[in-house]
């Protein structure tokens, strides 16, 4: 399985600059890596389950986005997105 997603990397993200961004794309690769590791071993379902159906990669991608200048996500998506991408890569992890 990938190195754990949400590590002292991930709360770099939050400084919103090139960093940043160069690890959110590094992160939404591990999400890919974690989903096929998962689906490789339980399966489509499980994965869907684990990974919240597409959701975390979705909320990285949105804050990549924003941090690329996009405006149709703002600032206060970015945090949504933020929170919930680390909220959810957090509880995928533990099952």
Request: proline share 1%; net charge negative; aromatic share 8%.
């Amino acid at each position: 399985m990938p190195a754990q997603l949400v590590d002292h990397l991930w709360d770099k993200i939050i400084e919103r600059d090139a960093l940043a961004r160069q690890i959110l794309r590094e992160k939404i690769a591990a999400v890919h890596q974690l989903e096929a590791a998962i689906r490789l071993k339980e399966g489509d379902e499980v994965t869907r389950v684990v990974m919240r159906n597409g959701l975390i990669e979705h909320a990285l991608k949105r804050c990549l986005e924003n941090l690329e200048g996009s405006t149709s996500v703002t600032e206060q998506d970015f945090w949504v997105f933020y929170d919930y991408a680390t909220y959810v890569a957090k509880h995928a992890e533990k099952l």
